[in-house]
Nanobody
Framework: QVQLVESGGGLVQAGGSLRLSCVAS????????MGWFRQAPGKEREFVAA???????FYAASAKGRFTISRDNAKNTESLQMNSLKPEDTAVYYC????????????????WGQGTQVTVSS
């Protein structure tokens, strides 16, 4: 089992920045792909960004150019730097991990964190 714990959420004004972090523990492996998803009230959970074990990244169109995903395999952590935040970025953000290649569909991830709230005010 792998446990994931997110941190770094909060309230920020539009145009501001936040950095989310996710720490993995348990049966961690640098072979896991890791991703970030978000879920706004009344909406389905959606893909934000993912990073492979080798560092290849992939972003949703809504995140590209504003968000940067990174990972530190030695520390079993991944981060999501979010810049130029918009009110529509408001959601609960979840860290996820899965053995193997990058995935963009929530059901293809095995491990999930509890989520961290990001609220962007206009």
């Amino acid at each position: 089992q792998v446990q994931l714990v997110e941190s770094g959420g909060g309230l920020v004004q539009a145009g501001g920045s936040l950095r989310l972090s996710c720490v993995a523990s348990g049966r961690t492996s640098s072979s896991y792909a890791m991703g970030w998803f978000r879920q706004a009230p009344g909406k389905e959970r959606e893909f934000v960004a993912a990073i492979s074990s080798g560092g290849t990244t992939f972003y949703a169109a809504s995140a590209k150019g504003r968000f940067t995903i990174s990972r530190d395999n030695a520390k079993n952590t991944e981060s999501l730097q979010m810049n130029s935040l918009k009110p529509e970025d408001t959601a609960v953000y979840y860290c996820a991990a899965n053995y193997g290649a990058i995935r963009t569909i929530p059901s293809e991830y095995t491990y999930w964190g509890q989520g961290t709230q990001v609220t962007v005010s206009s």
